[in-house]
């Protein structure tokens, strides 16, 4: 049996490693910081609260729960939890989608709304000191730009992505 180059593992160099490695540990770590702050000031992780702003950002405070899925680039799995735990808290309901009897929107409430305006102020403040803060101009310009080219990457045409499961 013969092996080439293409059968080989492509390993990190030392320069890569490294840079994966602390890329792992400030992702894990924001993560971590965000989620907490969540908890204390609103009693939410970080995800029930990137699904709000998503609804408050919508038209009519709405969105199919396909399309919240896909913004949120989670399982439909995992957000139809998700807005079940927001809907108990009074912030979400769900109503049938008027243009198709097989689909469902999300609809912030009021209440919702109210919560994420008393929420915003300080985890606005809580991502600026974890991360703005820390970076200079051009490298938040260049975080962006490499956040991007990743997530395009990993998003090609025929793609198993969390939302189509």
């Known amino acids: 049996m ?12 030392d320069g ?18 965000l989620d907490r702050q969540l908890q204390r000031d609103a009693g939410m992780p970080h ?16 969105l199919r729960m396909t399309v919240l899925a896909q913004n949120a680039k989670i399982t439909r799995s995992r957000l ?8 108990k808290k009074g912030w979400v309901r769900r109503e049938d989608c008027p243009s198709d009897k097989r689909g469902q929107n999300a609809v912030l409430t009021d ?14 403040e809580a991502v600026r000191s974890a991360l703005f803060d820390r970076l200079t101009p051009e490298q938040v310009a260049q975080l962006g730009e490499i956040c991007a080219a990743v997530a395009e990457g990993l998003q090609p ?8 499961r």
């Open 2 to 13: 013969t092996s080439n180059s293409a059968d080989r593992p492509r390993w990190l160099s």
């Open 111 to 124: 209440a919702g709304y109210e919560m994420l305006r008393q929420t915003a102020p300080g985890h606005v």
């Open 80 to 87: 139809s939890h998700a807005v079940a735990a927001l809907e």
């Open 16 to 33: 890569e490693q490294r840079t994966w490695q602390a890329y792992l540990q400030a992702t894990m770590l924001l993560e971590d910081h």
């Open 47 to 62: 995800i029930y609260y990137a699904l709000l702003v998503q609804l408050s950002q919508a038209p009519r405070r709405r």
């Open 157 to 164: 045409e025929g793609a198993d992505l969390p939302w189509l």
